[in-house]
Nanobody, 126 residues
């Protein structure tokens, strides 16, 4: 049974930092393409960053240079380091995984990911 469990969300002031973690279990593959997505109230879910099976990453323009996605395959854990946070980063952040192969950079498209965590809230105050 595939499970993704996020942690690390919270409330911070603008300019602060947070690190999100996503513990993955139950996959048949040792390494999967994974990503972080977010959804603010009244808005559609949007891609934040993805990392492919072989470590290729892509970021949304709004977070590029501030956020870093990484993974520790020995711990089956995905991370999102978020620096210089802004109020517009406030959202529920979701971890997602794709249990199928994908060559190259995997796009920031929610429909490419079949497994989702329950989300962790990030609130940034000005």
């Amino acid at each position: 049974q595939v499970q993704l469990v996020e942690s690390g969300g919270g409330s911070v002031q603008a300019g602060g930092s947070l690190r999100l973690s996503c513990a993955a279990s139950g996959f048949t593959r040792s390494s999967n393409s994974m990503g972080w997505f977010r959804q603010a109230p009244g808005k559609e879910r949007e891609g934040v960053a993805t990392i492919s099976t072989n470590g290729l990453t892509i970021y949304a323009g709004s977070v590029k240079g501030r956020f870093t996605i990484s993974r520790d395959n020995t711990k089956n854990t995905l991370y999102l380091q978020m620096n210089t946070l802004k109020p517009e980063d406030t959202a529920m952040y979701y971890c997602a995984a794709r249990d199928a192969s994908w060559l190259g950079v995997i796009p920031l498209l929610p429909h490419l990911f079949g497994y989702w965590g329950q989300g962790t809230q990030v609130t940034v105050s000005s």
